[in-house]
């Protein structure tokens, strides 16, 4: 079986960031089958459907990159209830122009990382909600919403809460597996 090729989407740009702690060792602990690379959100102009028909060079790279993955791993902080802007902007400009969107059919998954006890859950239903409209087949078992988060990482930024690094090799795996049901 060929390696397939995963983009990671992490919706926090702060530099000690749970999130991309999280991602990382998602990465880290994902079965061979897939290869991921990390998709930069943070130097994004913001999306305006003016720039539509001479788009910033910055928004055709990504569009490109995008095309070239067979799956998505969202990785998202919760923002008053839902995903930040940051992530909102990079979906807008990778589904546009109307009738354009490179995220279609592409399977993809969601975790959610927050230091609250509740994992996140308003930013992953909601992103889940988008996800459906653009047509990206999102893995729905298991769902993955990680509370607490200051209590799971070292002060190198390593995992070492076990039943969570236990649930990061399950959950890579599961996806795995759903990222396979869809690529041919």
Known sequence: MKQLKIAVVVGSLRKESFNKKMAHALVENAPETLSLEFLEIGNLDLYSEDLDSNPPQVWVEFRDKVKSFDGVLFVTPEYNRS??????????????????????????????????????????????????????????????????????????????????????KSYMKAFAQWVETFVK
């Open 83 to 168: 995903f930040p802007g940051v992530l909102k902007n990079a979906i807008d400009v990778a589904s546009r122009p109307w009738g354009q969107s490179v995220w279609a059919g592409k399977p993809a998954a969601i975790v959610s990382v927050t230091i609250g006890g509740l994992g996140a859950f308003g930013a992953s239903n909601h992103l889940r909600q988008v996800l459906a409209f653009l047509g990206m087949p999102t893995m729905t078992q298991p769902e993955a919403y990680i509370g607490n988060a200051m209590s799971l990482f070292d002060e190198n930024g390593k995992l070492t809460n076990e039943s969570t690094l236990e649930f990061a």
